[in-house]
T-cell receptor, first 113, second 112 residues
């Protein structure tokens, strides 16, 4: 896999490699974070979420890491597949708002066969 | 179909016309959200309903925009006197409590 700098708009990986997508969030009061996947012409699709009292959460082939000290969120995708090609957005929900998710600009992941 | 449904999927209109979008959330979800997304950007929050009450509105929601959820089920988003800058994807999402937010496929608006 390859590690990318913060907020890189595109990421290209080889099929089977691990992908790491990074995100810097803005509000230290944010208490809930979500990663979404969006394919062309479709709505965002929930991947995984994490609350601020955790620093790591694992799903199927995906792991989200949260570093509150530097306000950084990452999404790791294991054994990346062509079907993972999409734009990935992180979103934050700061305390006191009932769902006003603030989305980042997104990272386009391209998986080469 | 148990997902969030939006209609129409694509609307082309002339500047100055009014348009209305409809969203049918997942049936047991009491919270409904509208977002706007322009090309290459993440979705931007517009407004949020809990049941029929509109509880939060973004500054993006100018006075030409109005959203309703009259019976706490489906919602409509109307844009009056459309401008070219209104061209975007309008996304609806729903959830119950603080659970996962489910998005619809969106309604794409093109203002000529």
């Amino acid at each position: 896999g390859e590690s990318v700098g913060l907020h890189l708009p595109t990421l290209s990986v080889q099929e089977g490699d691990n992908s790491i997508i990074n995100c810097a969030y803005s509000n230290s009061a944010s208490d809930y974070f979500i990663w979404y996947k969006q394919e062309s012409g479709k709505g965002p699709q929930f991947i995984i979420d994490i609350r601020s009292n955790m620093d790591k959460r694992q799903g199927q082939r995906v792991t989200v890491l949260l570093n509150k000290t530097v306000k950084h969120l990452s999404l790791q995708i294991a054994a990346t597949q062509p079907g993972d090609s999409a734009v990935y957005f992180c979103a934050e929900n700061y305390g006191g708002s009932q769902g006003n998710l603030i989305f980042g600009k997104g990272t386009k992941l391209s998986v080469k066969p | 179909d148990t997902g969030v449904s939006q209609d129409p999927r694509h609307k082309i209109t002339k500047r100055g016309q009014n348009v209305t979008f409809r969203c049918d959330p997942i049936s047991e979800h009491n919270r409904l959200y509208w977002y706007r997304q322009t090309l290459g950007q993440g979705p931007e929050f517009l407004t949020y309903f809990q049941n029929e009450a509109q509880l939060e509105k973004s500054r993006l929601l100018s006075d030409r925009f109005s959203a309703e959820r009259p019976k706490g089920s489906f919602s409509t988003l109307e844009i009056q006197r459309t401008e070219q800058g209104d061209s975007a994807m309008y996304l609806c999402a729903s959830r119950t409590g603080t659970g996962e937010l489910f998005f619809g496929e969106g309604s794409r608006l093109t203002v000529l």
